[in-house]
């Protein structure tokens, strides 16, 4: 059971990782005149479309993330600290601080989005979400990296 939870908390957590990359990228962009190429293209989405996905998206991971933690505690940490891997426990806990941030600037990050979008809020809506995706890339590799460290070690 406890795989199975992991599983979908790395599904859900890559879609978010590629909603929030997508709309970070697209939140600054100016059309450039002539061709379009790879990079264009990826930032030519509409920002708007991915707002309702990532706050889902991330709402769901982090209630994953809570549902997994107990175990996490019970079974990773205890092996953390006898290999005496400080650092990887001080990342785990910067990644728990910042899912709470993250949580906490949904609802501003949401209102930020609402329809019609302001021409005032175009700057609160960048920095919302460049923030919002700093967070997001952080947690995915700091998860990661643990559950990597974990695996190394039997």
Do not use: C
Request: proline share 5%.
């Amino acid at each position: 059971m406890i795989q199975l939870m992991t599983l979908l908390h790395v599904l859900v957590s890559v879609a978010l990782l590629g909603a929030v990359t997508h709309q970070a990228f697209s939140v600054g962009r100016r059309p450039a005149p002539g061709p379009q190429g790879f990079v264009s293209r990826f930032r030519g989405v509409s920002s708007m479309t991915f707002t309702n996905a990532i706050v889902l998206l991330f709402f769901v991971s982090s209630l994953l993330g809570g549902l997994l933690y107990p175990r996490y505690r019970v079974d990773v940490r205890p092996i953390l600290e006898d290999l005496q891997l400080r650092g990887a426990n001080g990342l785990f806990e910067i990644k728990e601080h910042f899912a709470a941030v993250g949580l906490g600037l949904l609802p501003a990050y949401w209102l930020a989005w609402r329809s019609p979008l302001s021409v005032d809020l175009h700057d609160t809506r960048k920095y919302l979400t460049w923030i919002l995706a700093f967070l997001v890339w952080w947690n995915f590799i700091v998860g990661e990296l643990l559950n990597n460290i974990k695996g190394l070690y039997p």
